[in-house]
């Protein structure tokens, strides 16, 4: 791997470097174009699924849970906001038991 920096992870915002080829990739997105590792890539399309409603709360945060986040305090403010909020009780759930 190069120490040439040339892009920022989405998830950590620490910088990376992406070679050429993956970076001109157009038929998929490889996680290298978005992220450091495909940990975070997991996270970021997770946070993405759930930021267009294709996975409720109740899902992403279980799919969540079985992420690594133990760097989630040196992530994004953003990213960190979103993994809180999905990982969060829920306020006023209706329990009828």
Sequence with gaps: ????????C??????YHICKSCQGTKTFSSWRTV???PGHF?????????HYGRLDREEAASQLKECDLSGLTEFVPEIRAIIEEILAAPSNQNNSD
Aim: glycine share 8%; charged share 15%.
């Design 1 to 8: 791997m190069s120490d040439y920096i040339n892009t920022i």
């Design 10 to 15: 989405a998830i950590c915002g620490k910088g």
């Design 35 to 37: 992220t450091d590792t």
């Design 42 to 50: 997991k996270i970021y399309t997770l946070i993405h699924a759930y």
